[in-house]
């Protein structure tokens, strides 16, 4: 029970620390650009893309073809790149779903880490902040940094995606180290 309730405390924290960092701090905007003359290009995706949400990869190359990497580095050579989310227009935009997904899923983080934590033997209150710390930087590295790496997103987008929810898990990890105990022997 005392999992369940530093998931769920933890994740509340989480949830209002997130918040604060995405409204009230520089974090949630960092990297993103505006496209100069954008109503030109929207008019093009409106036109080519159409109706049809998606993630897209330009320029394409088809993924099975056996020289995929060979034309895909020729197109680069004289083409712009890019990885581009797309909703179309009138894509229904509900804050409260959202919000819902994103609590769930750092209740489901904060669960974990909580769990985590009551299999360890570790007493002093730091090392327990510290293993919870440990597991959010490895959770933090996971995906960000391959798309910096792989799609080229900008490093101070990355550093900020990753810095968010670092430091929601170690302020969890705050309140977790007192509510979940050490593990005993068997």
Partial sequence: MRIVLAGLLDAILMFV??????????????????ISNEQPVLDVLKQNVGAKAGLYFFPWVDP??????DKSAALMKTNPSGLMIYQPAGARFSMGPMLLKEFAKEFLQCLLAAYL??????TAYAGRVGFIAVVGVFAALGSDTSYWIWYGFPLSYTLAVIAMPLIGIILAALGMALVVKP???D
């Avoid at 997130?18 to 949630?28: D, K, Q, R, Y």
């Avoid at 099975?64 to 990497?69: L, S």
């Avoid at 934590?117 to 570790?122: D, R």
């Fill in 17 to 34: 620390w997130t918040s604060i960092a995405h409204m009230a701090t520089p974090l949630g905007s960092i990297g993103f650009s505006k």
């Fill in 64 to 69: 099975n073809d056996p020289k995929m990497m």
């Fill in 117 to 122: 934590l009551s299999l360890t033997a570790l």
């Fill in 183 to 185: 593990s005993r022997p």
